[in-house]
Structure formats: structure tokens, C-alpha cells
């Protein structure tokens, strides 16, 4: 157990819909990373967040979003959802504001079903 | 992940050194990463080598670099049927922040 909670686990909804998902970093962790999996694009890393504020952008769509909020939990909003946006979506958190130590734990992911 | 390449797929014997090649493209990448995605499980950062060093060991796991041709290596000794996973190497261009593109990923297949 690495200590980073994501929910929910699954979630199954349909093109048009708006979904959030949710995680909780580990204990002490002030860095929330989020990740896309799938078939098409591969890993991809989405967004960073240190300590409420947005520290790096990497491919996130213009119809998602994110934020931190002060208790260090984060949300990943997905709206205007399109079959492609499948995929497992992975949190992970450190204590740093960048990786530079083997010191980065994942959650075990959201699967997001688009139908 | 088109600038990073990996070969799909490595199948070695129990015991025996695995070698997981990385080809990038951009030659002012900073930092190149190694991660591990074990079947059915989430992410784990394996180690990480900085684009001033040519090599990087630790315990089993050493990373080579050769910037000339931009080409990153991930060596496993004595590799175990544990170290079945998938093995994602990612190239970080961000100078200072941490934006990585990764690989498709291999798949490494330990047989006994």
C-alpha cells in the first residue's frame, strides 16, 4: 500500500458526461501528479500540483481541469467526455516539488469507462 | 510518447541480466526516467539519471547514457520472475520542472 488513495475505482459513463475523480496524496506529501493510461496514447503525464498551486502542464485536454484544494487532496475534472478519454488514471504524490529522488508513491488508479 | 522508443517486448531466463533499450530524440533533455508498471498494479519510479551523468547504479538496476546517441539503457542483474513488468523510460525536457513523455513501454517476460 502505497499510501495515495484514488477514488473511485471504476467508473463507467457516457460521451457528453462530466466526471471527477479524486485523491488523496500520502501523509506529508505537498506534490499531487496526475497520469492518463490507454491503449491509444499510451502513459501520458497530465498535470502537477505542489502545495495548492499548479507547478507543471503537461497533455491535458482544454476540457479537463484540476486543482488542489488546502487539506493537499486533489480532483481531476474530465468534462465533455469523448470515447478516447478511456483509460486508468493514475495519481501519485511526493514530498518535493520535483521528482528527483526515487521518493514518488501512485494510487492504484481510476478506471474510467466512456460508453 | 512518439519521441521516446522502446522495443515492445524482452524475454529473459531467470538468473540472467536483462538489458531495456530507450531511444529519445531531443538531445536538451535534463532528466530521463525509468518506471515500472507490474501487471495489474499502478506506477513506480525506479530510478531516474541526469543528462550530465553516463551512468547510474543501484543495488540490481543500472542506467546507462550515451547522449551522442541518444540512446538510455535500463541493465537488471539476476533478474527474477518478480521483475516481470512493463518498463516505461521517459524523457523529462522541461529544464527544471518535471513534464515527462514516455515510452510505450517493454514488456519484460522472466521464464524459469
Known amino acids: 500500500d502505497s499510501g495515495v488513495t484514488q477514488t473511485p475505482k471504476h467508473l463507467i459513463t457516457a460521451t457528453g458526461q462530466r466526471v471527477t475523480l479524486r485523491c488523496s496524496p500520502r501523509s506529508g506529501d505537498l506534490s ?31 476540457r479537463f481541469s484540476a486543482q488542489q484544494f488546502p487539506d493537499l487532496h486533489s480532483e481531476l475534472n474530465l468534462s465533455s467526455l469523448e470515447l478516447g478519454d478511456s483509460a486508468l488514471y493514475f495519481c501519485a504524490s511526493s514530498v518535493s516539488e520535483g521528482v528527483r529522488s526515487n521518493e514518488q508513491f501512485f494510487g492504484p488508479g481510476t478506471r474510467l469507462t466512456v460508453l | 510518447g512518439e519521441d521516446v522508443e522502446q522495443s515492445l517486448f524482452l524475454s529473459v531466463r531467470e538468473g540472467d541480466s536483462s538489458v531495456i533499450n530507450c531511444t529519445y530524440t531531443d538531445s536538451s533533455s535534463t532528466y530521463l526516467y ?70 510505450r513501454g517493454t514488456s519484460l517476460i522472466v521464464h524459469p
Open chain 1, 32 to 62: 499531487v501528479y496526475w497520469y492518463q493510461q490507454s491503449l491509444d496514447q499510451g502513459l501520458q503525464f497530465l498535470i502537477q500540483y505542489y502545495n495548492g498551486e499548479e507547478r507543471a502542464k503537461g497533455n491535458i485536454l482544454e
Open chain 2, 34 to 103: 525509468w518506471y515500472k508498471q507490474e501487471p495489474g498494479a499502478g506506477l513506480q519510479l525506479l530510478t531516474y539519471i541526469f543528462s550530465n551523468m553516463d551512468m547510474k547504479q543501484d543495488q540490481r538496476l543500472t542506467v546507462l547514457l550515451n547522449k551522442k546517441d541518444k540512446h538510455l539503457s535500463l541493465r537488471i542483474a539476476d533478474t527474477q520472475t518478480g521483475d516481470s513488468a512493463i518498463y516505461f523510460c521517459a524523457e523529462d525536457l522541461s529544464g527544471g520542472s518535471y513534464i515527462p513523455t514516455f515510452g
